[in-house]
């Protein structure tokens, strides 16, 4: 019997999760996995991914970090019955596969195991909420437990007999409700958790109330809503101090908060988010801007289904995606699997409280070798350098430009401009004044391929204005693939602030950060030339105005244990 308590440990996990996109991948040891193909240029070394097959993914308990993420046991693309799978960590670097955790067998989840969260109750003990495809094709919200809390690394679940917990809303589509968030707990003694929904294409957060974690009751009225917008998918609900960058845990509520509402709109494939007051007396949540297709997101690139969780124990929120493909289904069966996680991220509200601010978490360090410093280095028009002792292959670097001479900065028009659209209309071959600047990832030794991030600097209304471009129009000589160019704004003064880039580059994923994380681009690449030893990394300029790198320091990656044979049986150990 699942009873609360006063005080709650709301902990966080984490189902990357989405209509189309609910996968998983083999929580099976490489031993059991049939053949793959032995040349896998594309497959990262320190982003997780499992061993095989399609996949979506956490929580931290009790010294151990969980990946619970949507598998297909029949292949690497999406099926209709998916499965959970399970791997460990104790960094959120190196990952031990597991198990199985659920799998679909009851009427209430018979079709499929879909997306969900973990909670942590009174006493330390996980529980989870999942969506299950019941046996009449209806999405309802089921409830599981850990069947041996001794065991450290929750190897077993057990489904609580009473599912479904929540059942389908009167007036709902089968089909459109889906993936509950964390928990969290009021000061009147009622956990909260929020589920993604849709009617007549009015996108819908239904707020479900419950004093024992399993009768629920649906509030008379949705936490929020808004028109036009289509199915909302992996809701995500917690506070943001507004004053620190910790991260705080999901059911704080109080004067020194914020809250974040982000929602995944599967029309449109991206992530959105709003920040807001929320009062659970009335259940109102204020944002400070309605939900619109300009509203802020998490990454402007590939990057879909998020979700955050508190860690406790460094005292930070962190968020985890998932990054998807940018070549054919047909190279996915090729391959033998599809989808990875973006890198771990560390999250929080920046000072100026209107948009959140993202960073790789600190554990990357573990992994470094091979340090390379510029200082100072002056880049004049058309002129690159080339970034060298490390494997540009698999990098972490980070870059400060300083900028001069403003005044010359080319006019911003019209008001209303799409970022992504002048990155595409202005690549990385258009010269401007101030850009394109930046660096060119995964690029041959001729430059036939290039993955390009970098920066021009306008002026609008006598203020200047940056724009951070990810331009994959020349990642590859292969025909096929997507190469959308991907742009936004970074909220920075150039005047007063260096225009600083970090970028993760990760064999087929570049991850990349401007501003100090107040833009993040994520892009999929597949280079044919620019592979291993043959791939080069380059700072560079091509705007007639010079822009001096006052300091860039780059570090090769090691490749972290994720799911390989060297792993497997450590978590029993």
């Excluded at 994520?522 to 791939?535: C, F, G, H, Q, S």
């Excluded at 990394?537 to 244990?561: D, H, M, P, Q, Y």
Aim: glycine fraction near 6%; aromatic fraction near 12%.
């Amino acid at each position: 019997m699942m009873t609360t308590a006063t005080l709650p440990l709301t902990l966080f996990l984490i189902f990357l999760t989405l209509g189309f996109h609910h996968v998983r991948s083999n929580t099976l040891t490489p031993e059991s996995l049939p053949f793959s193909p032995p040349e896998q240029p594309y497959r990262t070394a320190f982003h997780f991914q499992p061993p095989q097959n399609w996949m979506n993914g956490p929580m931290y308990y009790n010294g151990v970090y969980h990946l619970f993420y949507q598998y297909n046991p029949s292949g690497p693309l999406f099926a209709e019955h998916m499965y959970w799978a399970h791997s460990v960590s104790h960094d959120l670097i190196n990952w031990t596969p597991l198990d199985i955790a659920i799998a679909p067998t009851e009427p209430f989840d018979l079709i499929s195991c879909w997306s969900g969260s973990a909670t942590v109750l009174p006493g330390n003990k996980p529980v989870m909420l999942y969506t299950g495809i019941d046996s009449e094709n209806r999405q309802v919200q089921n409830l599981i437990e850990p069947k041996n809390l001794s065991d450290p690394y929750l190897q077993e679940w057990v489904k609580y007999t009473g599912n479904p917990v929540i059942n389908l809303p009167d007036g709902i589509q089968n089909d459109d409700f889906r993936d509950p968030t964390t928990a969290w707990l009021a000061d009147d003694g009622k956990w909260r958790i929020i589920v993604g929904s849709q009617k007549d294409k009015k996108g819908i957060a239904f707020l479900y109330q419950s004093e024992d974690f399993v009768n629920w009751s649906m509030h008379e009225s949705p936490l929020h809503e808004v028109a036009g917008t289509g199915i909302w998918e992996c809701p995500d609900f917690f506070p943001v101090w507004v004053d620190s960058t910790n991260g705080v845990d999901t059911s704080v509520m109080n004067s020194r908060v914020k809250h974040v509402l982000k929602v995944g709109l599967i029309d449109y494939q991206k992530d959105y988010y709003m920040i807001g007051d929320y009062n659970f007396v009335n259940e109102n949540y204020a944002p400070q801007n309605e939900l619109t297709l300009g509203t802020l997101r998490y990454d402007y690139g590939k990057y879909y289904a998020s979700k955050s969780f508190f860690d406790p124990v460094k005292n930070r929120r962190i968020l985890l995606a998932w990054v998807n493909e940018s070549d054919s289904e047909a190279d996915d069966v090729a391959k033998g699997w599809s989808g990875l996680h973006s890198f771990p991220r560390s999250i929080w509200l920046d000072k100026n409280q209107k948009q959140l601010v993202q960073w790789p978490i600190k554990e990357i360090e573990t992994l470094y070798e091979n340090e390379a410093t510029v200082q100072n280095q002056n880049l004049e028009d058309g002129s690159s350098h080339e970034i060298l002792g490390i494997t540009a292959w698999q990098v972490d670097v980070k870059l400060s430009f300083k900028l001069t001479n403003l005044e010359e900065a080319e006019k911003l028009e019209p008001s209303g401009v799409d970022p992504q659209l002048v990155c595409s209309e202005m690549d990385a071959s258009k010269k401007g004044k101030f850009g394109p600047f930046g660096l060119l990832a995964l690029a041959s030794h001729d430059l036939t391929e290039q993955t390009a991030i970098f920066f021009r600097v306008f002026q609008k209304n006598g203020r200047y204005i940056v724009l951070m471009c990810s331009d994959q129009s020349r990642s590859s000589t292969r025909n096929g693939l997507d190469k959308t160019t991907y742009g936004a704004f970074v909220d920075i003064d150039p005047q007063q602030d260096e225009i600083s880039l970090r970028t993760l580059i990760d064999h087929s994923i570049v991850e990349s950060f401007g501003g100090g994380g107040k833009t993040c681009i994520t892009a999929r690449v597949y280079p044919t030339l620019a592979i291993k030893d043959e791939a080069h990394l380059f700072a560079f300029n091509n705007g007639t105005e010079s822009v001096l790198i006052t300091e860039l320091s780059a570090w090769s990656v090691k490749k972290a244990r994720i799911n390989t044979e060297e792993n497997v049986g450590r978590a029993n150990q």
